[in-house]
């Protein structure tokens, strides 16, 4: 083996180790004896923490390997380790909910590992079609989570209409992805931005038209008004766990490719694409947060509220500078950890056939248990943006960020935003300490692995929050190298 082929396999190495675990999750799974299969959420968790431990080794490191096909670089190796923190939380928030629903271990944890790959194939795609087939590699495994508890009329409801609504919006993506090509004669990131730079192609029809199509394609993903329409049946409907990797690392995983085409290969046209993300991001906000305002379940409420999160997000791509960039990245790592720890909280409340899901179900709840009704508080906190939290330096870097671009009129909508949100993050808190508790609801202990994971995303949200400069020098690095391609 060349030395170039051998930098590219360590180059390559998380993807693989991630790719590789996902088959051994199947196999052993299905070489087990029965009643031993629960080992398959333990073997994600190492083949997790491996692949991570490599991310971390390559930090530094620019390489372009396959012929420039994949890019790996700090932008993409921070991405990953984002979508490797929302994986290992999920399998741990996991354990016991997907052997209390009857889910196939083996399948469920190697369909989660899949979702994992192709979320780091769109960070590392140094062309469209990697980044094409990272994410279908993704929603095809998605698809299936949505509707992996059949005995629940909902979830598959949740899966079909994801699956279809998902399949337009990929037409939408993959017919941009050709009106590019068709006018720069290449798939290549590299190659549009020379294109699109030497070229004169700032006003050509294929590239607008190609744009808009793309806009599409990943506005679905990241559920951007007015392609959110899915988000709060499918989040109601799949299980709770595979709702909080959707609306954490699905989402980091789209902006990922977002940053990647727009920012990268079409960063000379973003006078076009700007305003574009800016209509959408006071869309996403304002809709987002109206419309949880009036929810009553609480996985509707947090989709509303994720939709909402997009639109903070959008704010960072708009002022897509140095400072724009980084506040991208920083706010995706805080917003996994105060939403994964949201929803540990609604899986230790939760039982079978959907229970104990509305917000009065959460009556009294804080004085019941103690640590869950903290954590849930602490993170509802954080969600709507509150110091000290990391919530609030996120917003506050975003915001800062749009200011400093000259996008005043953005950051006040933000703002206003903002506050609206405030009515709906605290309703839970109100009834967990301000209502009483109700009778019927019986106590259940904290399993081991929902406990570690509670743990984690509470240290990762406060960590976050009182001490951001290591995560943001390393998020600044990622954009200076993301703006220099």
């Known amino acids: 083996m ?36 629960a080992n398959a959420g333990v073997i994600s968790l190492i083949g997790i923490g491996l692949a991570f431990w490599s991310a971390i ?9 396959f012929g420039g096909m994949i890019i790996v670089d700090m932008p993409s190796l921070l991405f990953q380790l984002i979508f490797l923190v929302v994986g290992f939380l999920t399998v741990l928030l996991s354990v016991r909910y997907a052997a209390e629903e009857g889910l196939e271990p083996g399948e469920y944890y190697a369909l989660v590992l899949f979702v994992l790959l192709g979320a780091m194939l769109m960070a590392s795609g140094g062309d469209l079609l990697i980044i094409f087939l990272g994410l279908e590699i993704m929603s095809l495994a998605q698809y299936i989570l949505a509707g992996m508890r059949h005995h629940v009329l909902k979830s598959s ?60 394609g990943f506005g679905f993903k990241i559920a951007a008004v007015p392609f959110h329409m899915w988000t709060p049946d499918v989040y109601e409907g799949a299980p709770t766990p595979v709702t909080a990797l959707m609306s954490t690392g699905v989402k980091a ?51 509303y509220s994720s939709i909402a999160h997009a639109g903070y997000l959008l704010i960072a791509l708009v002022a ?10 920083y706010y995706l790592l805080a917003y996994a950890f105060m939403n994964l720890g ?7 409340m939760e039982q079978r ?109 406060i960590q976050l929050g009182l001490s951001p400069a290591r995560w943001l020098g390393l998020a600044h690095a990622a954009a200076l190298s993301l703006l220099s391609q």
């Not at 080794?57 to 390997?65: A, I, Q, S, V």
């Not at 305003?275 to 947090?302: D, E, H, S, Y």
């Not at 004085?367 to 000290?388: D, H, I, Q, T, V």
């Open 320 to 329: 897509a500078g140095p400072a724009g960039l980084t506040g991208l990245l």
């Open 353 to 461: 056939e959907d229970r104990y899901l509305r917000l009065d179900d959460y009556s009294g709840f804080g004085f019941r248990y103690p640590l869950m009704g903290g954590a849930m508080a602490l993170c509802m906190f954080s969600l709507s943006g509150l110091p000290p939290t990391a919530g609030f330096m996120a917003k506050f870097y975003v915001f800062s960020a749009a200011v400093e671009q000259g996008y005043i009129v953005l950051t006040v909508v933000g703002v206003l935003n903002s506050l609206i949100s405030l009515y709906y993050y605290l309703r839970p808190i109100v009834f967990m300490y301000m209502e009483e508790s109700k009778a019927d609801r019986p106590a259940r202990p904290v399993e081991p692995f929902l406990l570690a994971g509670l743990v984690l995303t509470i240290l990762g949200t």
């Open 2 to 37: 060349s030395g170039v082929d051998t930098v590219g396999l360590i180059g390559f190495l998380p993807a693989l180790l991630v790719g590789a675990f996902a088959v051994i999750v199947l196999m052993v799974d299905l070489f087990s004896p029965p009643g031993q299969q």
């Open 57 to 65: 080794r390559l930090l530094g490191t620019h390489e372009e390997l």
């Open 342 to 348: 949201a929803f540990a909280v609604v899986i230790a």
């Open 157 to 216: 409801e949740a899966a079909m209409k994801y699956f279809l609504l998902g399949a337009f919006a990929t037409g939408f993506l993959l017919y941009g992805i050709s009106l590019l090509y068709g006018a720069t004669g290449t798939t290549n990131l590299a190659g549009i931005m020379t294109a699109v730079r030497e070229g004169g192609l700032s006003d050509h029809p294929l590239m607008s038209i190609g744009m808009g199509l793309l806009v599409v």
């Open 253 to 303: 995983a789209a902006f990922a490719g977002l940053a990647r085409v727009f920012v990268t290969a079409l960063g000379d046209l973003q006078g076009s694409w700007a305003p574009i993300f800016w209509g959408l991001a006071v869309l996403t906000m304002t809709i987002g947060n109206l419309m949880a305002i009036a929810q009553q379940n609480i996985k509707r409420m947090l989709a």
